[in-house]
């Protein structure tokens, strides 16, 4: 997650993003859950650890939805991972190579 993110990364920060992106969400523990079809459901929590802040999500999909719909959804998704962390996706695959390499 970007430095420049990590004041605001507060759980009503995420519950406000999901509703904007979503258009639902609610509390549940230390996460906030969310649908949009087909993705049946959404969890997203921050976690600190180490002086850092890092995003941490969890989906489940309708397996049965066709793929026009799912990447639909997969945009939706994307964009709620990109204002939640400040990252686009092509930009944290780099990440993600990067710490694999």
């Known amino acids: ?3 420049r993110l990590w004041k605001r990364a507060t759980r009503e920060r995420l ?3 999901m509703e904007e992106v979503f258009g639902n969400a609610a509390p549940e523990g230390e996460w906030v859950v969310s649908s949009r079809y087909p993705i049946t459901e959404i969890r997203a929590a921050y976690v600190r650890k180490d002086n850092r802040v890092f995003l941490r999500v969890e989906t489940r999909r309708d397996q ?3 793929d026009e719909e799912f990447l639909a959804a997969m945009r939706d998704y994307n964009r709620f991972v990109e204002l939640a962390t400040g990252y686009t996706a092509k930009e944290r695959k780099k990440l993600l190579m990067k710490g694999t390499s």
């Open 1 to 3: 997650m970007r430095r």
């Open 15 to 17: 519950m406000q993003l």
């Open 64 to 66: 049965e939805a066709d």
